[in-house]
């Protein structure tokens, strides 16, 4: 019996991917540079972690070439399509993906040169359409690009303030695309957000794990350059065991007359 709620986890190795496997998530999404707001992960990250993840997880992985915004110009364009065709050939479920033009909106061409580059590869949106000019708009043209799913905050800082605009999502999608919820995801915060009619959580279970670089700064990061974040296990598993309990109780009916919670 299928789970009532699919997980995505954010993954920048293959630990994080059998951290993924272990909660029964169906996804992960690989990437790097997650302070950044994740880029594309190295070539040997991506077969690492699909050798990691076997048939349990579907690896699909970030093509963002850069921190920043989301209009690329042409050279940053034939590089996305590169890591695209690379990490499909390198064994990726798929590749999640995101460009603007300059007025805000998704940049068409530019995305269907993306998807059609994946060839039949699942193709995702990434938060892109959280900082879009007219984000119900940007929706419809990912419907019309036929793309499986988009990752959105609901256009706020988290999930759980964007509950109303994923809720909108969710009405406008009808199932044409999974809508994913995904931006400062906690086992707290898993009911509110599901709540909205979201079936798709993403989140990234992440801890820092603090570093020495012995005073010395090798880049413009606010916060220590030895620090780094891992995927930590139990987290991932309290917001695994809050998403399902939520979704559970959520189609379970309350009375005789089955009325949902």
């Not at 998807?115 to 419809?140: E, K, Y």
Request: glycine letters at 14%; charged letters at 20%; aromatic letters at 2%.
């Amino acid at each position: 019996m299928s789970a009532p709620v699919t997980l995505e986890l954010i993954a920048q190795d293959a630990a994080a991917v059998r951290v993924a496997a272990s909660i029964g998530a169906a996804r992960v999404e690989l990437c790097q540079a997650l302070a950044l707001g994740g880029l594309t992960p190295s070539l040997g990250t991506i077969e690492a972690a699909v050798q990691a993840a076997g048939d349990a997880v579907g690896v699909h992985v970030l093509i963002r070439p850069r921190g920043g915004g989301f209009h690329y110009t042409a050279d940053e364009f034939a590089v996305m399509e590169s890591d695209v065709r690379a990490a499909v050939a390198a064994g990726a479920a798929g590749v999640v993906i995101g460009c603007l033009d300059e007025a805000g909106r998704f940049d068409l061409d530019g995305m269907r040169r993306l998807r059609d580059a994946a060839g039949p590869a699942g193709v995702a949106a990434h938060r892109a359409i959280d900082v879009s000019a007219d984000p119900l708009q940007a929706l419809d043209a990912l419907i019309e690009l036929g793309l499986d799913r988009v990752l959105t905050s609901g256009a706020a800082p988290t999930a759980l303030a964007g509950r109303e605009t994923l809720r909108a999502f969710v009405e406008r999608a009808d199932g044409r695309i999974v809508v994913m919820a995904g931006g400062g995801v906690t086992a707290a915060d898993a009911p509110g957000i599901l709540a909205s009619g979201v079936r798709d959580l993403h989140f990234s279970a992440k801890r820092t794990v603090a570093g020495d670089a012995g005073g010395v700064s090798m880049g413009s990061a606010g916060s220590g350059v030895g620090d780094y974040e891992v995927a930590d296990a139990e987290i991932a598993h309290e917001i695994a065991e809050a998403a399902r309990a939520a979704a559970t109780s959520a189609s379970s009916p309350s009375t005789p007359g089955g009325a949902a919670r």
